[in-house]
Structures are given as C-alpha cells and as structure tokens.
Nanobody, 128 residues
Framework: QVQLLESGGDSLQDGGSLKLSCVTP????????MAWFRQAPGSERDWVAS?????????YADSRTKARFTISWDNAKNTMTLQMNDLRPRDTALYYC????????????????????WGQGTQVTVSS
C-alpha cells in the first residue's frame, strides 16, 4: 500500500486560514483522482473535496465547503493542497488525503472505499 504524506495541520483561532499539503510518491504519478477527507473524534470519515489529476476538475462536498476551501494539484511537486479559509471550530478534525488510479468520472468521489492509497492524517484544531 503506497503511503501518502500529509502536512500543514495546526491549532488556530476561529476565522483563520490554513493550507494542507499531500505529497505523493513518484509511483503514484499515474493516480487519476485524489481527495481530502476529515474525521472528527467519534464521527465517521467525511469527504471534503476531490480533484482529477488529468483534467484538474474539482469536486466539493457542498457549497459551503466550496466557498471556503480550495483543492489544487501541483504537478511539478507531486503535491495536492487544500487551502482552507474562514475556519470554524466545526472544521476541527484529522484531515486525510487519498488517491486512486481510477479516473474521478468512474467512481463516487465521496466514498472513502473508492480510494486505494491513504496518508496518516494531519490534525487541524480550530478554537473559538
């Protein structure tokens, strides 16, 4: 199982911004669809956003997420990022990145079991 590596998690105040990164190993360069999920204590792992590495099409869980978060891919650095703005205490969670060699169009991008590679997670804590 190829491991992804997340970074950028931190503790911050309500309304702040944070940028998460997920570095993919060279062996995953054929990955077609990547995503961010998050999991709060006692809750299920929730989908946040996905991106197609072929078309750079992006997908978000809902309009509120789309308004505050931006998912992107840096091909030169093999890195996916999640820019998060206007963070709230409800955004507190362990954030995971995930990848699959299957094109986003052929999967349900919101399902965790659609992805075959995962990172260990990076903690984001937002205080009021």
């Amino acid at each position: 199982q190829v491991q992804l590596l997340e970074s950028g998690g931190d503790s911050l105040q309500d309304g702040g911004s944070l940028k998460l990164s997920c570095v993919t190993p060279v062996s995953l360069r054929a990955s077609d669809c990547m995503a961010w999920f998050r999991q709060a204590p006692g809750s299920e792992r929730d989908w946040v956003a996905s991106i197609s590495l072929r078309t750079l099409s992006t997908f978000y869980a809902d309009s509120r997420t789309k308004a505050r978060f931006t998912i992107s891919w840096d091909n030169a650095k093999n890195t996916m990022t999640l820019q998060m703005n206007d963070l709230r205490p409800r955004d507190t969670a362990l954030y995971y990145c995930a990848a699959t060699p299957v094109t986003c169009a052929r999967i349900d991008v919101s399902r965790a079991d659609a992805y075959t590679s995962w990172g260990q997670g990076t903690q984001v804590t937002v205080s009021s």
